[in-house]
C-alpha cells in the first residue's frame, strides 16, 4: 500500500492566487513527520515545511502553511498569492518513528503558475 | 559551510562497471542517506546511516554498497552497473534522524547505465 499518495500529477494556476497540494498519508505509528519538498526544474530539492504528529497548531512558513487533519490522514500544502517563481515540482514525505526514521515520499504534483 | 557535497554530477557506465558516487556534508550531521529519483517518481531510499559506523538498508538497497567510516562521508557504490540504475542520486544529511529537522540534499549526480 501507498504510505504518501499525491493525487494531482500536475495543477495550473493563475498568479497570485492560491494553490492546494493535496497529501494523505497511511501509518499506524503514533510519532511520525510530515515535510513539503520543492524541486524547481534546475533539480535541487528546498525543504519548505514540517509537521510533527504530536502539533497541535498546523505548521506556517512564511507563504507556505500545512492543512494537517490527522483524523483524515492528510497533510496538504497551502500556497499564499502564488509567483511565478512557485512553479516546480512539489513533494510530500513522512517519517516515521518505528520505521527508523526512513524518509519516505510521493510521486510528487507538478505545479505551474501561469502569468 | 559547503552543506552537502556529491561528487560527480553526471556519470555514464557501461553495464557491468562498478564506481563510488561521493557525498560529504560539513555540518557535523549524524544522519546521512542516498535517494533515487527516477522519472514520474519521488524519491526512493537506498541506504542509509544514523552515525559513524552504522548503515541500514533503505527501499532499495540491492546492487548498492555503503559504509560510513567518518561522520563526513557517505560513499555510495554500485557494484556491477545495470540499466536499471540510470537514474539522478541524491544525497541527504539531517542533524539527526528524528524530529523536525529538515534533511539538507546535495545537488544530485545523474548517472546513466548504457
Known amino acids: 500500500a501507498q504510505k504518501i499518495t499525491q493525487t494531482q500529477p500536475g495543477m495550473f494556476v493563475q498568479e497570485k492566487e492560491a494553490v492546494t497540494l493535496d497529501c494523505t498519508y497511511d501509518?499506524?505509528?503514533?510519532?511520525?513527520?510530515l515535510f513539503w519538498y520543492k524541486q524547481p526544474s534546475s533539480g535541487e530539492m528546498i525543504f519548505l515545511i514540517y509537521?510533527?504528529?504530536?502539533d497541535e497548531q498546523n505548521a506556517t512558513e512564511g507563504r507556505y502553511s500545512l492543512n494537517f487533519q490527522k483524523a483524515r490522514k492528510s497533510a496538504n500544502l497551502v500556497i499564499s498569492a502564488s509567483q511565478l517563481g512557485d512553479s516546480a515540482m512539489y513533494f510530500c514525505a513522512m517519517r516515521e518513528r518505528d520505521s527508523n526514521y526512513q524518509l519516505i515520499w510521493g510521486a510528487g504534483t507538478k505545479l505551474i503558475i501561469k502569468p | 559551510n559547503a552543506g552537502v557535497t556529491q561528487t560527480p554530477k553526471f556519470q555514464v557506465l557501461k553495464t557491468g562497471q562498478s564506481m563510488t558516487l561521493q557525498c560529504a556534508q560539513d555540518?557535523?550531521?549524524?544522519?546521512m542517506s542516498w535517494y533515487r529519483q527516477d522519472p514520474g517518481m519521488g524519491l526512493r531510499l537506498i541506504h542509509y546511516s544514523v552515525g559513524a559506523g552504522i548503515t541500514d538498508q533503505g527501499e532499495v538497497p540491492n546492487g548498492y554498497n555503503v559504509s560510513r567510516s567518518t561522520t563526513e562521508d557517505f560513499p555510495l557504490r554500485l557494484l556491477s552497473a545495470a540499466p536499471s540504475q540510470t537514474s539522478v542520486y541524491f544525497c541527504?544529511?539531517?542533524?539527526?534522524?528524528?524530529?523536525?529537522?529538515?534533511?539538507?540534499f546535495g545537488p544530485g549526480t545523474r548517472l546513466t547505465v548504457t
Open positions: 541527504a544529511s539531517s542533524l539527526v534522524a528524528g524530529g523536525p529537522g529538515e534533511q539538507y
Open positions: 509537521q510533527g504528529s504530536y
Open positions: 501509518t499506524s505509528d503514533q510519532s511520525y513527520g
Open positions: 555540518m557535523n550531521h549524524e544522519y
